[in-house]
Structure formats: C-alpha cells, structure tokens
C-alpha cells in the first residue's frame, strides 16, 4: 500500500487539472489525496511567484517523496509537433537580470549568484531523483518567464542568447522549490503552441490537454 503522501501533483490552473481526469472546477488550492492511493493535487494559480509561495507552503507542512508538475507549454523549436508530450530536463529563470542597452545580463553574469551554487546546476535547474516507469518521452530544456514571448524581434533575440526549446510561466520555480525541499521532481509539459506573434488561432491546447490525459493515466494510475 502507498504511504499518506506519496506523489503530488502540481500545475497551475483548473484547465491543466482536467488531464488527471477532474472536471476543473478546482480552484487554486491544495486537495491531499483527492486522486486516491496518496496521490495529492495543488493548483498553485499561474506564474512563478505563485508557484514558489504556493508549493513551498505545501511541502513546509507536508511531507512527499515525489513531485510532478504538469501543464502545457509554447515551443521554441519547430521540429516538435503541437501536441506532444515532452520531459524538461533543466529549467531556468529566463528574464531574472538586467538590461544593458539591448542586451540581457543573468544573474551570473552580474556575479548576483554563482552558476553551481545550490540548488543551481551550471546556472539550471535540474530534477531531483531516478524515475522509473516513465515512458520514453522527449526531453527538452525549458525557460521560464513572467511574461511569455509574442514579438518576433524579441523571440530572436532570446533564442540568441538561450538554448531552451520550450517556454512556461512556472517550471523553474516548481523545480527550485522541490530541490530546496529534497522532493524528487518531474516536469511534464504538452506543446500547446509555438512561441511567435501571438495567434490563439494557431492554438491546439484541446489537443495538448488530451496528450497530457494519455500519458499521465498510462504511468501514473
């Protein structure tokens, strides 16, 4: 038998809920074991603020061994179909620092924080933990902003200076809040979108949300 508190789940809004087969009526909120066998939810509201304060709440008072953030996600690269499931391997706090005239300096390079200081592993955040039985998906490096990209001169020029794939409002946080923590990790993401001028149109969250459903109730129920 599972233990009490034995796998979270984390994303940020009552849509993104609805791939764990709720209705989404959630609100933001914590629901410990609302998924049965130790399997707890928190909707943590969107952003990585809410992110932080949020899970860093839950995990003060509560003990899990293991933690997954789900939700969906724009793409940088082109090569990924819309729909498909994917694993972010490091995240990053992608507008964290400074602008010099047109150019955008890190925390590191403003020696603000050191690249491999903890929970920081060569300037990323990374996992926590061997996770079996996880499917063979895609694995991707993502970049977290506090305001998503929808201009094209502003899209080049991130993609200049970074090598994330994929773009969310909270994977970083969700990562830095379960290493300082020493909750074993996951984020899993479905592509809703390209990162471009922003078009709803060219939108396929239906679909992200179902490949999401696919692959959560495959490994994880």
Sequence with gaps: MNPPNNLLFVCATPLESTALGLDGSLKTGFYPDVLGSGKSLLVTGVGLTATAYQLGKILATTTFERAVNFGVAGSFDLSIPLGTTVEVI??????????????????????????????????????????????????????????VHGNAHSIAKFKQRSSAQIETMEGAAFFYACKMASVDSLQIRAISNYVEPRNRENWQLEEAIKSLTSYLKQYFF
């Design 90 to 147: 490091a995240d990053e706090f992608a507008d964290l620092g400074a602008e010099n005239n047109e150019d955008f300096i890190s925390l590191f390079e403003m020696d603000l924080q050191r690249e491999h200081d903890f929970p920081f592993s060569n300037g990323k955040l990374v996992p926590m933990g061997e996770w079996k039985n996880i499917g063979n998906l895609r694995k991707v490096i993502g970049a977290s902003v506090n305001t």
